[in-house]
């Protein structure tokens, strides 16, 4: 009596359509994950932020105001930091990879409430106009929350130790 070479039959896996099929539900459903993933995450690559109130009305004022400019995730424009033919520059990015965090609540207050020129050196071409005619001062302090949420964590305790010799204007309403 011979042995058979196999003791139980041979198991035929799914058919070949079907595991593509269900390979490619895991990869839509991949990508969907992450897709989600990237656009709750703040710009400067943290985990995803959960906006409280205050910076979720900033970031409504941000969009409508200042992202057509600097970008509604806070990328700014191409060239940022080249002068244009006029003497202008493109509006700077609000990211890690700007300087908005280099400063204290107090000038970003300024910048915002009065323009561009607000910081500027001498003779600076600044193109950024001034919000104060309309956003009130609580909106402005909305507004940079709202931005504050797009920097990393060193450059939020950077800008916060800034903050400290220079904070928002103890006039401006809260």
């Not at 390979?23 to 969907?32: D, E, F, N, R």
């Not at 709750?40 to 910076?55: C, K, Q, T």
């Not at 001498?122 to 302090?141: E, H, L, N, R, V």
Request: hydrophobic share 35%.
């Amino acid at each position: 009596m011979s042995t058979p070479k196999h003791s139980r039959p041979a198991r035929r896996s799914g058919s070949p359509g079907r595991t593509k099929l269900v390979l490619s539900g895991v990869v839509v459903t991949l990508a969907i994950v992450g897709a989600v993933l990237w656009f709750v995450r703040p710009s400067g690559g943290g985990a995803p932020v959960s906006l409280n109130d205050v910076e979720r009305r900033g970031q409504i004022l941000y969009r409508a105001n200042c992202a057509s400019c600097h970008g509604t995730s806070g990328q700014g424009q191409v060239n940022w930091q080249s002068a244009r033919p006029d003497g202008t520059r493109p509006a700077p990015p609000h990211d890690v990879t700007g300087h908005t965090w280099h400063h204290a609540d107090a000038v970003l207050f300024g910048i915002v409430k009065e323009g561009g020129a607000y910081a500027a050196p001498p003779g600076y071409a600044a193109t950024m106009p001034g919000f104060k005619a309309s956003m009130t001062d609580q909106q402005i302090i909305e507004v940079l929350t709202y931005v504050k949420t797009i920097w990393g964590p060193k450059e939020r305790q950077y800008q916060s130790s800034m903050s400290e010799m220079g904070p928002f204007p103890s006039d401006a309403q809260r």
